[in-house]
Structure formats: C-alpha cells, structure tokens
C-alpha cells in the first residue's frame, strides 16, 4: 500500500468502482461524483477545483428584488420574449457604463443564463450564410458551446490560440475565414479555461477581419471585469472591459451574471446584439423564419421557440443589480476580488513545488489572476497527473476536454476552495513533489 495523503486503497476502490476508464479522461460532473464518494468515506476534504461555480453568496440586492417581484405577483404572469422594459434600458446603460459601447436597448434580451445566448446565436446567427458551415472556437474554451452546436447538428472548427497570441493570430484567423465557410466567431474573455485575456492588438485583429469578411463575433463575457491587473469597475470612467466591439460593428455579447452576480442558480443572463447586426436583412433566414431581419428572428423565431423568454422575477433581480452598479451604488467586481487573491496564492504553492502554469502571458505579460489557472508537471500529460493527484487530495479537469493542444496541462478552478485549505494544499503538493522528483 502506498502511502498518499489519502487512503490509497479507499481512493483505488473508488476508482474501480466508479467504471472510468481513466479518471484524467473524466468529465467534470464524474470527477466531482468520484470525489464526493471518495471523500464520504474517508472524511478527508479534497482541495475542490473541477467545478466552476461560484464560492460565494449572491448578490443580495437581486434576491430581495426577485422576492419583492414574486410577491407581487409576476410568477403568474408570461413576461414578454424580448424581456422587461426596465432591464433592457439597463442592460444597455450597463455596456455603455462598463464597455463604451453604444447599444439600443431593443437589442438587450435577457436569456436563460447566457447559456441560452449562445445556443440562441448558433440557431440564428449561423444561419444567416446558406453556403456557410458554421462557428469557429478560438480555443481552450467552455466544453458546452461545441455540446450546443453538436446538439443542434452545426458544423464547426476550433484552433488552440497558445501560439497565435498578437500579430500571429492575423494569419491564422484569415486562414479559417478565407474558407468562406465561417459564419461567426467564437472565444470567452477573460478565457475560461486559461484566463488569459485578448489584448487589444489581437481585438483589433479579430473585429478587422470580422469585418472583412461579414463573420459575427460571439464575444462571452461570462467573466465580465474580472481581469483585476485593472479596475474596470467605475461606471463611465476608463478602462472599460475591453471588447472587439471597438473595432467591429458585427457583434453580439453574452453576458452572464453567474459569476460577477454570484447569480447562477436563477439562470440569467444576457444577449446583447449590435444595432447595425440587428437591423441586418438575410435573406437565407427565411429557410427558417418568417422574417429575414436578424433581430426579429432571433426574437420572435429562436427566443420565443427556446423557452418564450426567461424567468419573470429573475429579470426584476437582473434590473437592480444592474441599477445598482450603473448608479455606483454598488462595485462590480469588489465582491468577486476574492478569486484573484485566493489564485495568486495558490498559483505561487503550485509553482514553488515543481508545477508550472501553461497559459502564463498574454503577450509578454503575465496573466491575470482570477477564476481559473493552468498548470502541468513535468514529465507528466494532464491525464496521468489527474490520475495521480487524486491520491493526494487534488482533483481538476484536464484541459484535453478544452479544445487546447496542451495536452500535458490541468485547469484549475479557485471558487470552491477555503483558504483554511492552503495548508493542506501546500502540504499535499510538497508531497507530491518529493514522491514523484523530476
Ligand atoms: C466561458 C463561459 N461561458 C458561459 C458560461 C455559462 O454562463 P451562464 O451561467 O450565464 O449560463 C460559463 C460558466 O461557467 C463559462 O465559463
């Protein structure tokens, strides 16, 4: 018997019994059933970072007006496909105050998380080019955008950008678009899984190109503002989240207050569409809708046939979070700073016991530190350190299952753990480090 920080022969029998072939091939939802099981029967705690939910409270102004709404009554009530007045007009002050973008609130719709944007976009937005086949991923990305394409039997391509950071990612943008087969473009910025996050430079070039050859960026802004290395939380002041928006008209946003909210339960977010992409006529829509305009299509086709909007009180919890930050009653990111301090700290346990972080820069400059982090051990590929790590009290997801050629690399995600578990964590990797010398 081996001896781990955690039984070796509990966590084997787990293993064995879980039927995974291989735990480092495991998708997130296995990983964390395998660990829960595991830690029932030890009573140990695993160092938790499979899972990207948030670790902290929602926001408390949202649930007090989602209670107040339901009292009132709207729960009986069908709220209109394309969202309530009140949280159109501030989703539209919203990325006027925080992105110095100019948007008309008709194009604000808020979606069942911005999930539901996404499916929504690939249905509509995809659909619009009969000869064109589908999204391109700017990779690692969220493994449920291509789940949603697949479901809905779309065509698509996806390159790692590891090493096409800055001007090299011009030509190798052009070479998927030149194909004349992409109809939009997607990525998430602040990256999930890496946290890398574009610089302008390589905004530039994804909005020139877009243009260039008439592609719609999907731009996910599921981690709205949480590159803390600046303070993008001061309404109407620069810095603004950065967005390809400034160099493109051909946009549309996904917006989602699970994580800057801590609002994931109610499953709320938000859609926004460019005015000019709005207004657009394709004709090849009419295959599928009534209307070739794209916003009416999007609305009163793809919304309306997905769920026929979204959660009446939720919306009423959206529109005073955002009241509030709009009006600088309340910081943005203030509350979820937590996630870049605990990261700061963790990548440094990592890297001070023989780990190396993956995605490192963004152009030169190290990274951000917020909600998730890459990191390998030499010598091993992700998988195989997955294996092993859980044995040592460490579980995460490969960053195989990502899109990402780095296939020696493991995300980490920070929200779930406490820092009463650092010691255990420091602990645990100085073990694994001295049982396994490179
Ligand atoms: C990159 C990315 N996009 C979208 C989502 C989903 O957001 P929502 O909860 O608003 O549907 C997540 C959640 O983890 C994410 O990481």
């Not at 008209?249 to 460019?274: L, T």
């Not at 009463?420 to 049982?435: G, I, N, V």
């Amino acid at each position: 018997m081996k001896d781990t920080p955690i039984n070796f022969e509990i966590v084997s029998k787990h293993i064995k019994e879980s039927g995974l072939p291989s735990v480092g091939k495991a998708s997130i939802r296995e990983i964390k059933k395998l660990i829960d099981n595991i830690e029932a029967e030890t009573g140990e705690k695993y160092i938790r970072m499979e899972m990207g939910i948030p670790g902290l409270p929602p926001t408390q102004i949202g649930v007090e007006a989602e209670i107040e709404a339901l009292k009132k009554g709207v729960a009986a009530i069908y709220p209109d496909i394309y969202g309530i007045p009140q949280l159109k007009t501030e989703i539209s002050k919203f990325v006027k105050l925080f992105m110095d973008i100019d948007v008309d609130p008709q194009g604000c719709i808020p979606t069942v998380g911005s999930m539901q944007g996404g499916i929504a976009a690939f249905l509509t937005i995809n659909r619009m080019h009969k000869e064109r086949e589908g999204t391109l991923f700017i990779d690692p990305g969220f493994p449920v955008h291509k789940q949603q394409v697949r479901v809905i039997g779309q065509d698509y391509m996806t390159f790692d950008v590891y090493n096409y950071r800055g001007e090299k990612l011009r030509d190798k943008l052009e070479s998927y678009l030149k194909t004349g087969k992409v109809s939009s473009i997607l990525y998430s910025n602040p990256n999930n899984p890496s946290w890398i996050c574009f610089t302008e430079t390589e905004l530039k070039i994804i909005g020139e190109l877009a243009t260039k050859y008439d592609v719609i960026v999907l731009e996910d802004l599921a981690y709205f503002g949480m590159d803390f290395r600046k303070d993008y939380s001061q309404p109407g002041k620069p810095p603004y989240q950065p967005t390809v928006a400034k160099y493109t008209d051909n946009w549309v946003f996904f917006i989602s207050s699970s994580k800057v909210f801590s609002y994931a339960g109610q499953r709320i977010g938000m859609m926004v569409i460019s005015d000019k992409l709005f207004n657009t006529d394709a004709p090849d829509l009419k295959r599928y809708y009534n209307s070739s305009n794209v916003g009416y299509a999007m609305i009163f086709g793809t919304m309306y046939a997905l769920s026929s909007g979204t959660s009446h009180s939720a919306q009423y919890a959206l529109t005073a979070m955002l009241k509030a930050v709009n009006e600088g009653r309340s910081n943005i990111t203030e509350p979820v700073k937590e996630y870049g301090e605990k990261a700061k700290i963790m990548k440094k346990l990592f890297t001070g016991n023989g780990f190396e972080i993956v995605y490192d820069k963004d152009e030169g400059e190290p990274i951000a530190d917020g909600f998730y982090f890459t990191f390998s051990y030499p010598g091993f590929t992700g998988e195989k350190l997955l294996n092993e790590l859980i044995y040592y009290g460490i579980s995460a997801i490969s960053l195989a299952i990502t899109g990402s050629e780095r296939l020696e690399g493991i995300r980490a995600c920070v929200s779930l753990v406490q820092r009463a578990q650092f010691p255990d964590l420091e602990y645990r990797l100085k073990k694994f480090q001295k049982d396994h010398r490179v």
